[in-house]
């Protein structure tokens, strides 16, 4: 089953002492995997779900941690994921910072392995100039929907894809607040290793970056219901039907 994505969004999260909602993009339904990521001037609370408000972060429970940088603000980042219930979430709370503006990046993906969301494990990265560049990742299955997520510090730029790579998200904050967050993914049919160069942009600053795959649902009985669907095992014509079946 192909792993489509359902909606993004990207959102400002302004100063304060609580915490702002936002609403979840698409429809989301049971098993959609929720993929939340900020970056900040500043450092963010290292923790998922975590940031009490002042401290900011991910403040609904539920997520589970793709990557932290407890306490450096070169830039503050943080990103989860959450697998959708029987009743889908519709909003996710985010913890403000006292000092900084968030950026705030939300995509929601539908197709998922309804056991296992991540497929193998994060490949994390760091870098003191230009863009966010991923390093090497390998999938161990099939048609895993690779996702790259970069945070670049001190500077607001317009950012692009990876060659390959598309479904991009991204968004930026200026003046005092200035960073840039950045989401990209590529649908990989085999399984194995792939290095992709760096997001595209004007960046010149520190960045991190995170690097990992979801893992694709597979759907049983395929075949059975596409020869069910024509009369394949027991309907006219076919393996037990009458007229030009095995035993018709």
């Not at 539920?62 to 697998?83: C, D, F, M």
């Not at 993906?109 to 090497?136: L, V």
């Not at 970069?150 to 005092?176: C, E, H, K, R, W």
């Amino acid at each position: 089953m192909a792993i489509t994505e359902v909606g993004n969004s990207v959102t400002t999260v302004g100063t304060g002492s609580g915490s702002e909602s936002i609403t979840l993009p698409g429809t989301e339904a049971e098993d959609d995997i929720v993929v939340v990521a900020l970056v900040c001037d500043n450092n963010l609370d290292g923790s998922v779900p975590g940031g009490s408000g002042g401290a900011g972060g991910i403040g609904t429970t539920g997520y589970v941690e793709i990557y932290t940088a407890s306490g450096q603000g070169n830039p503050g980042s943080v990103a989860g994921y959450k697998r959708m219930a029987s009743t889908p979430d519709s909003s996710v709370s985010i913890n403000q910072k006292s000092n900084r503006d968030i950026k705030a990046a939300v995509q929601t993906w539908r197709g998922i392995d309804s056991t296992t969301a991540i497929d193998n494990s994060f490949s994390n990265d760091t870098g003191t100039s230009g863009m966010p560049d991923p390093p090497s990742h390998t999938t161990s299955n099939d048609n895993a929907k690779r996702v790259i997520i970069g945070y670049l510090d001190d500077d607001a730029v317009t950012a692009t894809a990876p060659s390959g790579f598309g479904d991009i998200v991204a968004g930026s904050l200026s003046g005092l607040d200035s960073c840039s967050i950045m989401i990209a993914s590529k649908t990989e049919a085999s399984a194995g290793a792939l290095n992709p160069a760096a997001f595209g942009g004007s960046g010149t600053d520190d960045w991190r970056v995170n690097h990992f795959a979801l893992r694709a649902a597979v759907v049983s009985g395929r075949i059975m219901g596409s020869l069910a669907s024509y009369g394949g095992l027991a309907g006219p014509g076919g393996i037990a039907g009458i007229g030009g079946g095995l035993v018709g």
